[in-house]
């Protein structure tokens, strides 16, 4: 069992910056891919950005070039650098990690006012 322990969210002005952070609760190998999904009033739960294992990225067109995903290994940790933020950014943000089951953290809320 692993847990997702996400912080760094909060309200933040259009054009702000926030990092998010995932942490697992143990040291975890040979995990698929770990990312952030997020899921807005009414919408479904949308991918945001994933590292895989061997460090490949993805991510959602409407985040390029704004949000960065990277990960230290040491401390367990996953993060979400987002820059050039927008009122659509605005969300709850999920931590998700990939192994034999699929991982979700309890959430953080993202708030971008214009």
């Known amino acids: 069992q692993v847990e997702l322990v996400e912080s760094g969210g909060g309200l933040v002005q259009a054009a702000g910056s926030l990092r998010l952070s995932c942490a697992a609760s143990r040291t975890i190998f040979n995990f698929e891919a770990m990312g952030w999904y997020r899921q807005a009033p009414g919408k479904q739960r949308e991918l945001v950005a994933r590292i895989a294992n061997g460090g490949s990225t993805k991510y959602a067109d409407s985040v390029k070039g704004r949000f960065t995903i990277s990960r230290d290994i040491a401390k367990n940790t996953v993060y979400l650098q987002m820059n050039s933020l927008k009122p659509e950014d605005t969300a709850v943000y999920y931590c998700?990690?990939?192994?034999?089951?699929?991982?979700w953290g309890q959430g953080t809320q993202v708030t971008v006012s214009s």
């Open positions: 998700n990690l990939v192994m034999a089951y699929d991982y």
